[in-house]
């Protein structure tokens, strides 16, 4: 198998819509390797995912060329491949920021450890909560952030605070060193182009599959990439 094409410092990462489906095929492929599968084409895959076998062409290869003439795809080689493109395959230390209803959701989310992501330190300012134990790590202020930064190798937080402290909170990730954040807050929060944000807003998809829900009438409504990109709801 060829390795992933390696994108030169400075070009284009790929669209937000591609790396959505290749996590999907990513899921995909394990879900065939659990079935006993070895190989796979495009079409079976694409019919999987109701997404057309040229679409699915089309977006591996932005990475490079994986396929075998007369074979397909071997799923394993192809899921290593795609696992390095994500990112996954290696771990990632999270931190966790903001331990209200939503952050100790997300604190018990099987879905994170399973992808490699694990919680490593958990902040708050609130000092009802800071001291406290969840799941073996203590709720630390978020003035000790840097530390957890620079002893336990963090670069990915979790923001789970309301949205009138959300951009402080924020510069206050960034100033520490973090370079990736998944923002549940309900607005979005600036950066510098430096730092990558995901914005995860519920109210937002929820909209969206009201709206889907009242104007298709006889068929079965999904909200699209943002959430299919997720590969599975909260656990």
Request: one cysteine or more; hydrophobic letters at 40%.
């Amino acid at each position: 198998m060829r390795e992933p094409r390696r994108e030169p410092a400075g070009d284009k990462l790929a669209p937000k819509a591609v790396v959505g489906r290749v996590s999907l095929y990513l899921r995909q492929l394990e879900t065939f390797q659990r079935q006993g599968l070895t190989t796979i084409s495009s079409s079976q895959l694409g019919a999987a995912l109701a997404i057309n076998n040229a679409q699915v062409r089309k977006d591996l290869a932005f990475f490079g060329q994986f396929g075998h003439a007369g074979i397909g795809y071997r799923i394993e080689e192809l899921s290593s491949a795609l696992r390095r493109i994500l990112g996954i395959d290696h771990d990632w230390p999270l931190a966790l920021v903001g331990l209200g209803n939503l952050g100790r959701a997300l604190l018990r989310y099987r879905g994170f450890r399973s992808r490699g992501f694990h919680i490593v330190a958990l902040f708050d300012n609130d000092p009802q909560k800071v001291g406290r134990t969840h799941d073996g790590l203590v709720v630390e202020p978020i003035e000790a952030l840097s530390q957890a930064v620079a002893s336990r190798n963090v670069s990915l937080a979790v923001l789970c605070v309301p949205a009138d402290v959300a951009q402080r909170v924020a510069d206050h990730m960034v100033s520490c060193g973090i370079s990736g954040i998944l923002n549940f807050a309900p607005i979005p929060v600036n950066v510098p182009p430096t730092v990558s944000v995901v914005g995860v807003d519920l109210s937002v998809q929820l909209e969206h599959l009201a709206y889907k829900v009242q104007n298709t009438q006889g068929t079965i409504s999904f909200v699209g990439e943002g959430l299919r990109s997720q590969g599975r709801s909260l656990e």
